[in-house]
Structures are given as structure tokens and as C-alpha cells.
């Protein structure tokens, strides 16, 4: 068993033990969805206020709304959410690297069967954090896959001091 394995089992042994929200209902009870990033560095529960069952959180490298597009549908038409807050972050791997250093990295690491596989896969990467949380904002906006109703708001959260700003 690994250690991340054998941490996963001692942690969750005491997490059961004291556990008592087992009746909760399945569609979020504040009908908010929130997009972030998958960074190690954020805990989203914590830093902005969510309580076990009241929103869904969507996590993905950039926290990307395209890349979250599957997982809003189903949150909002399937589980009743109204709303997105969509929240990148500073020092976000994202701004790192363009498109042709991740495919350079899969070729020369995995061979060109993978590079092959993925084809011309967009990463997604972006330059300019509070840019992109504008330009995703925009894209929700536009997408007719996202009803006007929704609620959207984009904000930036700062990994050095836990605070969040509000961007659009
Ligand atoms: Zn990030």
C-alpha cells in the first residue's frame, strides 16, 4: 500500500467515526456551482465558505469553463443549480507553459502513440489570470449551453494571502 493509500485509509477511518451528515439531499442545497483550479494550494471549503452539501465544486487544471462545461450542464439541469463562481488563482501552473510545451512533453515522455491519441488537444494555458477569468466569464455568457438566468461572477483567489478579489 502506498503512503497516499495508507493515509486515505487511517484519515478516513476517523472521518467515518465521527460522521454525521448522512442524510443529506443529492442536489446542492444553495444551488451554486463553483469552477476552480486544481491546485494543491486551494481549499476551496475553507477559504470561501461552503458547507458540505451546499454547492458543487468543479475542479480542473486552470480552473477552465470549457473544460467544466460537461459538469455545469449536469449541475445545472440535471441538480437544480442557478449559479457559477468561477475562481482562478495567482502563481496558477497555467501561466507556465503554452500549448506546444505540453504536447512536446507528451511526445517526448510517452511516445508519439500518445501524441497521436491526443491529437491537437487544447491545455488551455493562459497569460494573463485576470484576463482568462474575464474571457471564461464571457465564454458562459455566451454559451447557449448556460441559461441567462444563471448568476456568474469571477474572481481571483491569491495563493500568498488566501484572499479572493473580485474580478467580473
Ligand atoms: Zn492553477
Redesign the pocket.
Known sequence: MSSVVQNLVDSNKDYAEKFTQGSLALPPAKKYAVVT???ARIDPISAFGISLGDAHVIRN???NARDALRSLIISQQLLGTQEVVLV??T????LTFQNADAHGAVKQNLGDAAAEEIGTLDFLPFGDVEQAVKDDVAWLQASKAIPDSVRLSGWVYEVETGKVRSVV
Not at 502563481?91 to 497555467?94: E, F, V
Open positions: 483550479c486544481m491546485d487544471a486552470g480552473g482562478k488563482h502563481g496558477c501552473g497555467m
